[in-house]
């Protein structure tokens, strides 16, 4: 009799948790979907950031930026700095984002290296140079970005 008891009360207690919803974020899912169109919802663009220091690196919203990894340095006419972010999208179609995002900033590739799941990009403008890092493991991906001026500017 208990065994069966305990039974029922696991079945209603895994029932119970998807008659549990959050009002507020089924309302700003409504709204998001209401204002765009379905067939727009397909093609839509991905959603970029860019790296507050760097206004012009562009980085995929999916990120989440690792402040403990990352460290800017300023000084008059310079900034650099080594910016970390993390989050699970695949590596390669990272790859593909800052080979096809970097140069609508004005960012000329330099030359590319993939061993596996690990890619590594470089870039140059006029005055810095930007070294990317994509590491993909199990759990998530980490994207290293390296800033820095140019030898010689």
Not at 66 to 80: C, L, Q
Not at 142 to 151: A, D, L, N, S, W
Request: hydrophobic share 40%; aromatic share 10%.
């Amino acid at each position: 009799m208990l065994h069966r008891l305990l039974v029922l009360l696991c079945l209603f207690s895994f029932s119970a948790c998807g008659l549990v919803h959050k009002p507020e974020a089924a309302k700003s899912q409504q709204t998001n979907t209401a204002k765009q169109p379905q067939s727009s919802l397909k093609n839509a663009a991905p959603v970029i950031v860019m790296v507050p220091e760097f206004d012009d690196i562009p980085v995929p919203a999916k990120l989440s930026r690792d402040a403990d990894r990352s460290f800017v340095y300023e000084a008059p006419g310079v900034t650099m700095g080594v910016i970390t972010y993390s989050g699970y999208v695949k590596g390669d179609s990272l790859a593909k984002f800052f080979r096809s995002e970097m140069p609508k900033y004005e960012w000329q590739f330099l030359n590319a290296f993939s061993e596996g799941d690990k890619y590594l990009i470089s870039f140059i403008k006029s005055d810095k140079s930007c070294m990317i890092s994509v590491e993909e493991s199990t759990l998530s991906t980490r994207v290293t970005i390296k800033v820095g001026p140019t030898q010689g500017r």
